[in-house]
């Protein structure tokens, strides 16, 4: 009997601890998604781009390095320009953390160095585009070095039957910081006249405080996450591209991990690209005003944080597999609908952005905890590291087809609906996949439904 009272003791100890765990790891989320919510999805891709073209060329180009680049491109080629130097990073990171278990100081310095370059947005103004660019950069490839080690955090924190939950809860925070922060964006750029200070200088403002607020509310994270001890290793980590390649090639041991990733790439590609070149679309084709933008994205947040919950709920019923692929369907629709709106009709771009906000959270949030299920043991920071390769606006392919598609049609009709590829398929991929057999193949406990 005494001993039976210690194991319920020290179970309820541990529970107690894993949940405590679990609130610090939702406050990640909280501290980040407002840097995606204000920055990459509202006022970056609108200014960065006026910038550009204030420094542009009577035939409407910019001249970075030389290369001739449309100022109306420059912004997705930045983001996808993000992408190669985290594709570089994100493997050698990724493979130093589970070699050494020391996720938490990593985390720490690639959400710093994110929010610093965040920060130092506000002196982003005049012609300024190649500083644009480069802080640009610099905070995406933090922000996907900084991703991939908090989400790697997702199968330590969380038995099998919480992770649909734990992820969900995750991103429903992250959602509601950034409706909270876009209220008082929204107030400032509004009233800007009122505060004192230009429209310029209320973006540049959103901007800043953005980097703030992620380094202020990271420090709840990192007090609270703990990394865990791992088994001494012998290899040492490669540079960045060939520990990408070793990750692949381990990889090729679980052909199913690797087939969904394959599909998780590509539509989460879409995804990604729809998130960070929506306000461009709505600004520069539908001639829709930055305060109609942004309510249209706080609308957008605050429907994604019940959508997140709601389909974590459909995946307890439905399963995770099933519940994505339905979402899918959903963005293939909105995107057709969204070619057809018309100009300077507000009410169109709002019913779009309910829609997507309806599917965002919880597509997102399903497929990490999906994924988790996927990941050897021991290897969660390296297969992350792939993972997120395609997540939080860090995909390459879907903004470089996006800034092509717009500098040889100069349409933005053209370029938003040539994203439907990437959702369609994206859907065959995934429906291909048997997820249980690979959940087996990875060595990890089969939940009762996925």
Known sequence: MGIETVRTATSGEEADSRRREQRGWYFYDWACSVYSTSVLTVFLGPYLTSVAKAAADPDGYVHPLGVPVRAGSF???????????????????????????????????????????????????????????????????????????????????????????????????????????????????????????????????????????????????????????????????????????????????????????????????????????????????????????????????????????GMGRLARTYGAKRTILGSLAAWTLTLGAGYFLPAGAPVGFFLLAAAIGLVLGGSQALSRSLFSHLVPPGKEAEYFSAYEMSDRGMSWLGPLLFGVTYQLTGSYRDAIVSLVAFFLIGFVLLARVPVRRAIRDAGNPLPERI
Not at 206 to 219: D, H, I, K, N, V
Request: hydrophobic letters at 50%.
């Open 75 to 309: 912004f997705a080629y930045s983001v996808s320009l993000s992408v190669i130097v985290a594709v570089v990073v994100m493997p050698l990171v990724g493979a130093a953390a589970d070699r050494t278990g020391r996720k938490k100081p990593l985390l720490g310095a690639a959400a710093y160095t994110g929010a610093a370059a965040t920060t130092a947005m506000f002196f982003l103004g005049g012609d300024r585009y190649l500083l644009g660019g480069a802080l640009l950069i610099v905070a995406n490839a933090a922000q996907s070095v900084a991703m991939m080690l908090y989400n790697s955090y997702l199968p330590q924190i969380a038995p099998p039957e919480e992770r649909d939950a734990v992820s969900s809860r995750g991103w429903a925070f992250g959602y509601a910081a950034g409706s909270l922060v876009l209220v008082v964006n929204l107030v400032l750029y509004l009233a800007h006249d009122s505060f004192g200070v230009s429209e310029s200088t209320a973006v540049r403002i959103c901007l800043a405080s953005a980097g703030l607020w992620w380094g202020g509310f990271t420090l709840i994270p990192l007090l609270r996450l703990r990394d865990r001890p791992v088994a001494a290793r012998a290899e040492a980590t490669a540079p960045g591209l060939r520990q990408l390649a070793a990750t692949v090639r381990d990889m090729r041991r679980h052909p199913l991990t690797l087939s969904f990733l394959l599909a998780y790439l590509v539509y989460n590609d879409g995804i990604q690209t729809v998130i960070s070149q929506a306000s461009v679309y709505g600004s520069e084709e539908l001639g829709l005003g930055q305060s109609t933008l942004i309510g249209a994205v706080l609308l957008v947040q605050v429907l994604a944080v019940a959508g997140a919950l």
